[in-house]
Nanobody, 129 residues
């Protein structure tokens, strides 16, 4: 059974930084594109970032480029999202997702939530002004 478990969310102040983690089990982690999505209160779920199986390629939503950094440690079956210079607009539930494939996929094609096979339960990030 595949499980993705996010952690690291919480209440922070504007300008603070936070690191989210997502640990996977039940799958061959190194054969998965991993991604972060978020769902702000009252809004649709949106793409944040994705990373290739090896970690060599990354892709970001324009709204977070330069402030958020995705990375992964295949030895630990874990993907991370470093969030810097947080603003209240970054308040959301952040979800981890996995796409199981050893093949190459153009990163820009991985921004849609329906491209992913597995999802975590989410971790809530609240940024106070």
């Amino acid at each position: 059974q595949v499980q993705l478990v996010e952690s690291g969310g919480g209440l922070v102040q504007a300008g603070d930084s936070l690191t989210l983690s997502c640990t996977a089990s039940g799958l061959t982690f190194s054969n998965n594109y991993m991604a972060w999505f978020r769902q702000p209160p009252g809004k649709e779920r949106e793409f944040v970032s994705t990373i290739s199986q090896s970690g060599r390629s990354t892709y970001y939503a324009e709204s977070v480029k330069g402030r958020f950094t995705i990375s992964r440690d295949n030895a630990k079956n874990t993907v991370y999202l470093q969030l810097n210079s947080l603003t209240p607009e970054n308040t959301a539930v952040y979800y981890c997702a996995a796409r199981s494939t050893a093949a190459y996929i153009v990163m820009a094609a991985l921004t849609a939530s329906n491209r992913y096979d597995y999802w975590g339960q989410g971790t809530k990030v609240t940024v106070a002004s």
